[in-house]
């Protein structure tokens, strides 16, 4: 069952005047007698109710005083009460007072009922003894069965009055964001109310294969220069006839006024068939009455759940600190590197433009003069290893404070690690020497993992992100390691297990970043399009940047949502950048006018703009076949044209380093790579030119628009990278104040004669050229070695790849959930090795004949690794029982994956493996460990298959490890579900 909403606040919103509505509140005047309760009120047990004369400052006439001493009862509240109010179920309410009273006096107002029991509750105002204050309750009832009554009470020993209660209908509210009553206060058009899978329950699906379809709800009052927030969940992409090249249904939810969205609140959004969340923010400059607007695109299907509406903060910080590079990696410099840098430099950036700025650093206050947005800074910069707090205050023209920040500059010391810096113009250096990522998101398909990541050097790559354990393994390959870190840490009520795995992740980073092989960490991809909150993944970058502040943390987005959202998450990355894949074209996977390969450079300037130009850009691009992702027809790859222009489109734009991402998940295509490896070899040739200093002052001048150019110097020769950004052939010619006689085309080997210090070349469409005034290209960039390590994961035949995934039927979508499995074995007489192979999302104990043997119980290890543990003296031959209880850690899908290989004396090789003749439960049973127990119906049931190894989402993106049972049974196990 969802949960109720109770949205409480201290504000009436705008819209129809409550006042002209019937108050539900009999004798709301306090007409009456003496200091006798009125008529129709009623008082507790505890302290003193009386009618008064109204203090003044109200229009009201009476009031009634209640007062609560000492002396009285310190547990019972001293209230005054009206019963039998004529409310209604599921309409909204507005409960409204003013009250007047001693200084600390706490108030508190409330509508209950006592059959369903609910009480709705407002926010405690505290009395400041000099003027009369407004109370507030928004409030509504899902049923409605003994009339509810209001109550105003005091929670300490005080004394205040009461006056002007109103209890009225309210329909500027917005509501039934659940859809849990049905299509109350909405307007359906192509809609219906459906059922769900827990946890959703009644949802909305809006359905037109002909056309759109849309809901809406009216008459929502806003203030001004207030902001809002509407929140919701969104599921779409089911209909696969009717998606985009992506699989997508496209759909929005906007506030509207007169039928148009708000500006800034309009852009469409992509859905998938799992549940995401979204949201919005806007601030109008006037108040006004809006409408709610769900809408779909185009034919198809999409659903909403759990939509709400509330006021909010602005997301923009009012005040930045913003350091320039060398400096913005994590906030620091390091030794011997930085030794010379005289200064800290920077930007205060922000919601608010000062009339000025100070700046504490190194024990003393700076004025910071000017009245720009951002406004830039120069601090002298520290030398010695230490953690250096900077704080910063901006102030309006009175000198009033406005707004702070403040950050922790850090002075590393020099190590024997190896160290990954940046320079000022973001070019990576490693251990002081310049380099250029080539990456790959791992590499799937059906040869040995080895092959596979010899194939990708062989094609020019140099670097892959990889799990943790498979550092080595990438580095036998020829490959430096972009290891895969926690994005957040594990949400727990447990102190003890907080700690016991900050202990566990300090000592996996702690070997990880003495190992030379590793050059960056990777926290989180597209946090921000699948709504995850930012503050956990900014928490877990600063706790593993505690531990290694040398190598930089890589964070990728999805080529959605704005600047100022995309920012929260960038502050948790020392290098950041955008996946875009817009192969064919026009491509849906932009979410930008340009839907050509040009986007490709457009997501390059806004992640750019992200970052503030103060960080790494390295960019993700397509490696894959949309079609070939989606089993469609026709598979189109990019060409190698197509792949040359989208890396050079990058690069001129200003990234400093490119992934692609796609081995990592549909079905192999060497032939793809072999191809795609043409590009990446020439950006190897190249490098020395990529890594070179970019010329503060462009020697070519292009004549037109379409060609776009990166000029660099090495030594004393230029190079420049030109782009034609266009479909069409162009003519185009280049002229500067002074050029040599020729100008060379060092990738061919030919040159162009110059004539009046210009000359003329043609491009066709896409074209990528380069230039210099040397024939030869600069020596490739200088790879620092890759230590010849034997590999520490383990790396066998792929059992697992038999074995299904795995759950209690209809629940792998139920956030925590936990089942309970039981499967009875036989080991054969000639079994010489038995082999249990095991992994959950997210958590599982397994036992064999009711003992513990193996668990992934403290999030060390996740889904993306199968823990191998060799079982052979625990299983004699003849019958076992394998039982597993495994737990969802909040965030579905849930499920599990296991095999039992066995080994024979003839090597015959026979498998177990999770299916439906796993019994599931969600029923713990209290001997369920027993060996005579018997699992049997209705709480024991075939287990529901949910796909095999490699299917969606969790794709081929398990390794095998050894199993580590060092900490067997000590770990806590996530607690079950609250029901």
Same mark, same amino acid.
């Given at each position: 069952?969802?949960?109720?909403?109770?949205?409480?606040?201290?504000?009436?919103?705008?819209?129809?005047?409550?006042?002209?509505?019937?108050?539900?509140?009999?004798?709301?005047?306090?007409?009456?007698?003496?200091?006798?309760?009125?008529?129709?009120?009623?008082?507790?047990?505890?302290?003193?109710?009386?009618?008064?004369?109204?203090?003044?400052?109200?229009?009201?006439?009476?009031?009634?005083?209640?007062?609560?001493?000492?002396?009285?009862?310190?547990?019972?509240?001293?209230?005054?009460?009206?019963?039998?109010?004529?409310?209604?179920?599921?309409?909204?309410?507005?409960?409204?007072?003013?009250?007047?009273?001693?200084?600390?006096?706490?108030?508190?107002?409330?509508?209950?009922?006592?059959?369903?029991?609910?009480?709705?509750?407002?926010?405690?105002?505290?009395?400041?003894?000099?003027?009369?204050?407004?109370?507030?309750?928004?409030?509504?009832?899902?049923?409605?069965?003994?009339?509810?009554?209001?109550?105003?009470?005091?929670?300490?020993?005080?004394?205040?009055?009461?006056?002007?209660?109103?209890?009225?209908?309210?329909?500027?509210?917005?509501?039934?964001? !659940?859809?849990?009553?049905?299509?109350?206060?909405?307007?359906?058009?192509?809609?219906?109310?459906?059922?769900?899978?827990?946890?959703?329950?009644?949802?909305?699906?809006?359905?037109?294969?002909?056309?759109?379809?849309?809901?809406?709800?009216?008459?929502?009052?806003?203030?001004?220069?207030?902001?809002?927030?509407?929140?919701?969940?969104?599921?779409?992409?089911?209909?696969?006839?009717?998606?985009?090249?992506?699989?997508?249904?496209?759909?929005?939810?906007?506030?509207?006024?007169?039928?148009?969205?708000?500006?800034?609140?309009?852009?469409?959004?992509?859905?998938?068939?799992?549940?995401?969340?979204?949201?919005?923010?806007?601030?109008?400059?006037?108040?006004?009455?809006?409408?709610?607007?769900?809408?779909?695109?185009?034919?198809?299907?999409?659903?909403?759940?759990?939509?709400?509406?509330?006021?909010?903060?602005?997301?923009?910080?009012?005040?930045?600190?913003?350091?320039?590079?060398?400096?913005?990696?994590?906030?620091?410099?390091?030794?011997?590197?930085?030794?010379?840098?005289?200064?800290?430099?920077?930007?205060?950036?922000?919601?608010?433009?000062?009339?000025?700025?100070?700046?504490?650093?190194?024990?003393?206050?700076?004025?910071?003069?000017?009245?720009?947005?951002?406004?830039?800074?120069?601090?002298?910069?520290?030398?010695?290893?230490?953690?250096?707090?900077?704080?910063?205050?901006?102030?309006?023209?009175?000198?009033?404070?406005?707004?702070?920040?403040?950050?922790?500059?850090?002075?590393?010391?020099?190590?024997?690690?190896?160290?990954?810096?940046?320079?000022?113009?973001?070019?990576?250096?490693?251990?002081?020497?310049?380099?250029?990522?080539?990456?790959? #998101?791992?590499?799937?398909?059906?040869?040995?993992?080895?092959?596979?990541?010899?194939?990708?050097?062989?094609?020019?790559?140099?670097?892959?992100?990889?799990?943790?354990?498979?550092?080595?393994?990438?580095?036998?390959?020829?490959?430096?390691?972009?290891?895969?870190?926690?994005?957040?840490?594990?949400?727990?009520?447990?102190?003890?297990?907080?700690?016991?795995?900050?202990?566990? #992740?300090?000592?996996?980073?702690?070997?990880?970043?003495?190992?030379?092989?590793?050059?960056?960490?990777?926290?989180?991809?597209?946090?921000?399009?699948?709504?995850?909150?930012?503050?956990?993944?900014?928490?877990?970058?600063?706790?593993?940047?505690?531990?290694?502040?040398?190598?930089?943390?890589?964070?990728?987005?999805?080529?959605?949502?704005?600047?100022?959202?995309?920012?929260?998450?960038?502050?948790?990355?020392?290098?950041?950048?955008?996946?875009?894949?817009?192969?064919?074209?026009?491509?849906?996977?932009?979410?930008?006018?340009?839907?050509?390969?040009?986007?490709?450079?457009?997501?390059?300037?806004?992640?750019?703009?992200?970052?503030?130009?103060?960080?790494?850009?390295?960019?993700?691009?397509?490696?894959?076949?949309?079609?070939?992702?989606?089993?469609?027809?026709?598979?189109?790859?990019?060409?190698?044209?197509?792949?040359?222009?989208?890396?050079?489109?990058?690069?001129?734009?200003?990234?400093?380093?490119?992934?692609?991402?796609?081995?990592?998940?549909?079905?192999?295509?060497?032939?793809?790579?072999?191809?795609?490896?043409?590009?990446?070899?020439?950006?190897?040739?190249?490098?020395?030119?990529?890594?070179?200093?970019?010329?503060?002052?462009?020697?070519?001048?292009?004549?037109?628009?379409?060609?776009?150019?990166?000029?660099?110097?090495?030594?004393?020769?230029?190079?420049?990278?030109?782009?034609?950004?266009?479909?069409?052939?162009?003519?185009?010619?280049?002229?500067?104040?002074?050029?040599?006689?020729?100008?060379?085309?060092?990738?061919?080997?030919?040159?162009?004669?110059?004539?009046?210090?210009?000359?003329?070349?043609?491009?066709?469409?896409?074209?990528?050229?380069?230039?210099?005034?040397?024939?030869?290209?600069?020596?490739?960039?200088?790879?620092?070695?890759?230590?010849?390590?034997?590999?520490? !994961?383990?790396?066998?035949?792929?059992?697992?790849?038999?074995?299904?995934?795995?759950?209690?039927?209809?629940?792998?979508?139920?956030?925590?959930?936990?089942?309970?499995?039981?499967?009875?074995?036989?080991?054969?007489?000639?079994?010489?090795?038995?082999?249990?192979?095991?992994?959950?999302?997210?958590?599982?104990?397994?036992?064999?004949?009711?003992?513990?043997?193996?668990?992934?119980?403290?999030?060390?290890?996740?889904?993306?690794?199968?823990?191998?543990?060799?079982?052979?003296?625990?299983?004699?031959?003849?019958?076992?029982?394998?039982?597993?209880?495994?737990?969802?850690?909040?965030?579905?899908?849930?499920?599990?994956?296991?095999?039992?290989?066995?080994?024979?004396?003839?090597?015959?090789?026979?498998?177990?493996?999770?299916?439906?003749?796993?019994?599931?439960?969600?029923?713990?049973?209290?001997?369920?460990?027993?060996?005579?127990?018997?699992?049997?119906?209705?709480?024991?049931?075939?287990?529901?298959?949910?796909?095999?190894?490699?299917?969606?989402? #969790?794709?081929?993106?398990?390794?095998?490890?050894?199993?580590?049972?060092?900490?067997?049974?000590?770990?806590?196990?996530?607690?079950?579900?609250?029901?």
């Amino acid at each position: 069952m969802k949960k109720f909403l109770l949205l409480t606040s201290m504000m009436i919103l705008a819209g129809t005047p409550l006042a002209a509505q019937e108050n539900l509140l009999k004798n709301p005047e306090f007409e009456g007698t003496g200091e006798a309760l009125p008529t129709h009120w009623g008082k507790g047990p505890v302290g003193k109710v009386r009618r008064i004369p109204a203090p003044p400052g109200t229009n009201a006439k009476f009031a009634i005083e209640i007062t609560k001493t000492a002396a009285d009862d310190p547990k019972p509240f001293a209230y005054a009460i009206q019963a039998n109010l004529d409310i209604k179920k599921i309409q909204n309410y507005t409960y409204t007072a003013q009250i007047f009273g001693t200084k600390g006096t706490e108030v508190e107002i409330y509508v209950e009922a006592n059959n369903p029991g609910r009480t709705c509750m407002s926010q405690t105002v505290v009395c400041d003894g000099e003027s009369w204050l407004p109370i507030s309750l928004d409030f509504y009832f899902p049923e409605v069965i003994t009339k509810p009554y209001a109550v105003v009470r005091l929670r300490k020993p005080g004394t205040f009055a009461f006056a002007n209660p109103k209890i009225v209908p309210d329909n500027t509210k917005f509501g039934n964001g !659940s859809f849990d009553f049905g299509e109350y206060k909405w307007i359906f058009d192509h809609a219906s109310i459906v059922e769900a899978p827990e946890p959703y329950g009644s949802v909305v699906e809006l359905k037109n294969l002909n056309g759109s379809a849309s809901i809406k709800q009216t008459g929502i009052a806003v203030k001004a220069n207030q902001h809002y927030k509407i929140t919701y969940e969104a599921s779409g992409g089911t209909d696969k006839q009717y998606t985009d090249v992506q699989g997508a249904t496209w759909f929005r939810i906007t506030p509207q006024i007169n039928g148009k969205p708000i500006p800034g609140t309009e852009i469409w959004r992509d859905s998938f068939p799992n549940w995401q969340q979204k949201k919005l923010t806007f601030k109008l400059d006037q108040d006004a009455v809006i409408d709610i607007v769900g809408e779909l695109k185009s034919p198809g299907t999409v659903r909403f759940d759990n939509i709400t509406f509330q006021p909010c903060k602005s997301e923009i910080p009012p005040l930045e600190i913003v350091l320039d590079p060398p400096c913005s990696h994590g906030n620091s410099i390091f030794l011997p590197d930085h030794e010379n840098l005289k200064q800290v430099t920077g930007i205060l950036a922000g919601e608010v433009t000062a009339a000025k700025y100070t700046i504490e650093f190194l024990g003393k206050k700076h004025d910071v003069k000017g009245l720009q947005n951002p406004q830039p800074f120069a601090l002298d910069c520290p030398k010695k290893p230490g953690k250096y707090p900077m704080a910063a205050t901006a102030f309006d023209q009175n000198g009033k404070a406005i707004a702070t920040a403040s950050l922790e500059f850090a002075v590393h010391p020099p190590t024997p690690k190896r160290k990954v810096t940046f320079r000022d113009d973001r070019i990576m250096l490693i251990d002081g020497q310049p380099f250029f990522p080539l990456g790959i #998101w791992s590499v799937q398909g059906s040869i040995p993992l080895e092959e596979r990541l010899k194939r990708m050097v062989d094609a020019g790559f140099n670097m892959g992100k990889c799990p943790i354990q498979l550092i080595d393994t990438y580095a036998k390959a020829g490959l430096y390691a972009v290891a895969s870190v926690p994005p957040s840490l594990p949400t727990t009520d447990s102190p003890e297990r907080l700690e016991s795995w900050k202990k566990k #992740w300090t000592w996996i980073i702690t070997r990880a970043s003495e190992n030379p092989n590793v050059i960056a960490y990777f926290n989180i991809d597209e946090p921000c399009w699948n709504g995850r909150p930012y503050e956990p993944i900014q928490e877990a970058y600063h706790f593993i940047k505690s531990i290694d502040p040398y190598h930089p943390m890589y964070l990728n987005e999805a080529p959605r949502s704005t600047v100022e959202d995309l920012r929260h998450y960038a502050a948790a990355s020392d290098a950041y950048g955008v996946d875009i894949y817009p192969i064919p074209s026009p491509n849906a996977h932009s979410d930008l006018p340009d839907k050509t390969m040009t986007s490709v450079g457009k997501y390059t300037d806004i992640s750019d703009e992200v970052v503030r130009s103060r960080k790494p850009v390295w960019m993700t691009l397509q490696g894959f076949s949309w079609n070939g992702l989606r089993s469609r027809e026709p598979i189109i790859y990019p060409s190698h044209e197509q792949n040359r222009f989208m890396a050079y489109n990058s690069i001129v734009h200003g990234a400093t380093g490119l992934f692609y991402w796609g081995f990592n998940w549909t079905t192999e295509n060497w032939t793809f790579i072999e191809e795609l490896g043409r590009t990446i070899r020439e950006l190897r040739d190249i490098s020395g030119i990529l890594v070179a200093r970019t010329l503060e002052k462009p020697l070519l001048k292009p004549s037109a628009d379409t060609i776009n150019t990166l000029q660099k110097y090495v030594g004393n020769d230029i190079y420049v990278i030109a782009i034609n950004e266009s479909d069409q052939v162009v003519k185009a010619t280049f002229s500067a104040t002074k050029l040599p006689a020729a100008i060379h085309l060092p990738l061919d080997g030919t040159q162009i004669k110059t004539s009046n210090n210009a000359f003329t070349d043609d491009f066709k469409p896409y074209d990528v050229k380069i230039y210099s005034t040397t024939p030869k290209l600069p020596p490739p960039q200088q790879k620092p070695p890759i230590p010849a390590t034997q590999p520490q !994961s383990y790396l066998k035949q792929d059992d697992f790849s038999f074995a299904n995934w795995i759950w209690f039927k209809d629940k792998n979508k139920a956030a925590s959930h936990q089942t309970f499995f039981i499967r009875d074995i036989a080991i054969p007489k000639n079994a010489k090795k038995v082999e249990l192979q095991i992994t959950a999302d997210d958590h599982f104990q397994a036992f064999i004949d009711g003992k513990l043997v193996l668990e992934h119980a403290d999030g060390i290890r996740g889904h993306n690794t199968i823990s191998v543990l060799d079982i052979t003296k625990q299983v004699a031959p003849g019958k076992h029982r394998i039982q597993i209880h495994a737990a969802d850690g909040g965030q579905p899908p849930c499920a599990m994956l296991y095999v039992v290989g066995i080994t024979t004396t003839d090597n015959e090789i026979i498998r177990i493996v999770s299916d439906d003749q796993t019994l599931a439960s969600e029923t713990k049973d209290a001997n369920w460990l027993k060996s005579d127990f018997v699992p049997v119906a209705p709480n024991w049931t075939p287990a529901a298959i949910l796909g095999k190894y490699g299917s969606a989402p #969790w794709g081929h993106n398990a390794y095998p490890e050894p199993a580590d049972t060092t900490d067997l049974g000590k770990e806590p196990f996530p607690p079950p579900p609250k029901k």
